[in-house]
């Protein structure tokens, strides 16, 4: 199946693996609740057990250095693609709304990310995150 956008997260590569993990749930749930729509039907098994929905389109999880992952939102913001961002003090806060006060505390250009996600059209999506390569 084709589809007309493409879903893709950026992780800071210098990042533990638990804070990579923990940043692409967070980022994934952002792209969930912009676009609900993308999240297809339950699965079922053989014996008729049932299972969560998942996205109906793959998503690709790219790793950045913090320069690049600068850039990246830079051009993104530039575009007006709509972003899901995760910063390096949001691992010390336990709630959303701690997240939330934690992001509001920085201007834009002082932001510390280490993830972003967006779905927007393909073609602008490869142009955002040029440089980014795939994650090991």
Do not use: C
Not at 102 to 113: I, R
């Amino acid at each position: 199946m084709q589809f007309d956008t493409k879903i893709a997260l950026v992780l800071r590569a210098d990042l533990a693996t638990w804070q990579k993990l923990n940043v692409t749930a967070f980022l994934m749930s952002g792209i969930i609740g912009a676009a609900p729509e993308i999240i297809g039907e339950r699965y079922r098994d053989g014996d008729g057990n049932g299972y969560n929905a998942l996205a109906v389109q793959p998503v690709i999880v790219l790793a950045s250095d913090g320069e690049g992952m600068r850039k990246i939102y830079e051009r993104a913001m530039g575009r007006g693609a709509a972003l899901s961002i995760y910063t390096e003090e949001m691992f010390a806060t336990g709630h959303d709304a701690a997240n939330r006060a934690v992001v509001a505390e920085f201007a834009a250009a002082n932001l510390n990310l280490v993830g972003l996600a967006l779905r927007e059209e393909k073609k602008l999506v490869d142009k955002i995150t040029k440089g980014a390569k795939m994650h090991p």
